[in-house]
């Protein structure tokens, strides 16, 4: 049987440049490195709509995905890290916290 490891990650206060394209894509980037993965497709990045204003970022890797989120009104990312193998859970929330973060950012992370 495959076992599945999936972290969500809800980032509260984010710096004011959140919906970059290049940043976003960065940021797959070395969630992939820190979970020691690869990616095989992408990373992508479309923007938002007028009734919620970001983007979304997303990557296939080697053994899954990770997406990303992001409302620039709110100033809110969602990041989902989904593996068929185990990966740091709290690097890549600190990671979320260094590239995201502002004084007032909070991260709320559930494995699920």
Do not use: W
């Not at 972290?7 to 940043?23: A, Q, R, T």
């Not at 820190?34 to 497709?41: N, S």
Request: charged share 25%; glycine share 6%; net charge positive.
């Amino acid at each position: 049987m495959i076992k599945r490891f999936q972290s969500l990650y809800d980032v509260e206060s984010c710096d004011g440049n959140i919906d970059n394209p290049e940043k976003l894509k960065k940021l797959i980037r070395e969630i992939v490195e820190t979970i020691g993965m690869r990616v095989v497709v992408g990373p992508f990045v479309a923007n938002g709509n007028p009734v919620a204003p970001g983007a979304t970022a997303i990557a296939i890797i080697d053994l899954s995905h990770v997406s990303i989120h992001v409302f620039t009104k709110s100033g809110q990312a969602f990041v989902d890290v989904f593996s068929i193998k185990e990966f740091d859970h709290e690097a890549v929330e600190n990671l979320l916290k260094r590239t995201l973060g502002t004084a007032k950012t909070i991260v709320r992370h559930r494995r699920v």
